[in-house]
Each structure stands twice: as structure tokens, then as C-alpha cells.
Nanobody, 124 residues
Framework: QVQLVESGGGLVQAGGSLRLSCAASGRTLSSYTMGWFRQAPGKEREFVVGISWRGGSTDYADSVKGRFTISRDNAKNTVYLQMNSLKPEDTAVYYC?????????????????WGQGTQVTVSS
């Protein structure tokens, strides 16, 4: 079992930045591929970005390419999401998730473990 806890969300103006963290406990994070998802009110949960278990491969949604950066520190059992140039449409609850495969996938059903989410609100 892996327990995931996100932090770092908040309210920011458009154009601003936030860094989300996802801390894992229970098992070492290095065994898992990690993903960040988000869900806005009235919308389905959508894939934002993923990183392979060793960190050598990343995959970004087109909507965040060039603005968001995922990274992982397996020694600290933590995954990060640096979000720059934030837009109002980035407003959502952000979730981190873990899966046992080698590479990130966009289907949330492929992830076995989820955090509770952290709210990100971008004002215009």
C-alpha cells in the first residue's frame, strides 16, 4: 500500500506560479510511475502529466506543455509539479497518483493509488 499526500495548492493570480508536492509513505516511490491529474467542477478528471518510475520519461498534456514541469526525488519519496504561467483554466483540484507500470498513462483507471487532492485556484 502507498499513501499519497499532496500539498502546495492555493490561490494565485494569473501568470503566477505554484509548486505542488506529493509525499508518499508506506512503500518506496521508486517502484511506481507517477501522474498528476486535475478535476474542475462539473468536469471529468483529466491527465496533466506523468513521470516514469526512474524519471527518464515524462508525458505532458498539451494544455500544460511549456508551463508545467514534473520531477521526482525518490530519495525523499516525493514528486513535484512546478506550475508556471498559470491561467484561470488551470483552476481545479490536483491529484497525484501512482501505478505499477514503467510509463505514465493518461487513463486514471490505470492508477492504483491516489492522494486526497489539493485545490489550485487561479484568479484572472
Amino acid at each position: 500500500q502507498v499513501q499519497l499526500v499532496e500539498s502546495g495548492g492555493g490561490l494565485v493570480q494569473a501568470g503566477g506560479s505554484l509548486r505542488l508536492s506529493c509525499a508518499a509513505s508506506g512503500r518506496t516511490l521508486s517502484s511506481y510511475t507517477m501522474g498528476w491529474f486535475r478535476q474542475a467542477p462539473g468536469k471529468e478528471r483529466e491527465f496533466v502529466v506523468g513521470i516514469s518510475w526512474r524519471g527518464g520519461s515524462t508525458d505532458y498534456a498539451d494544455s500544460v506543455k511549456g508551463r508545467f514541469t514534473i520531477s521526482r526525488d525518490n530519495a525523499k519519496n516525493t514528486v513535484y509539479l512546478q506550475m508556471n504561467s498559470l491561467k484561470p483554466e488551470d483552476t481545479a483540484v490536483y491529484y497525484c497518483a501512482a501505478r505499477g507500470g514503467y510509463y505514465a498513462v493518461i487513463n486514471p483507471n490505470e492508477y492504483a493509488y491516489w492522494g486526497q487532492g489539493t485545490q489550485v485556484t487561479v484568479s484572472s
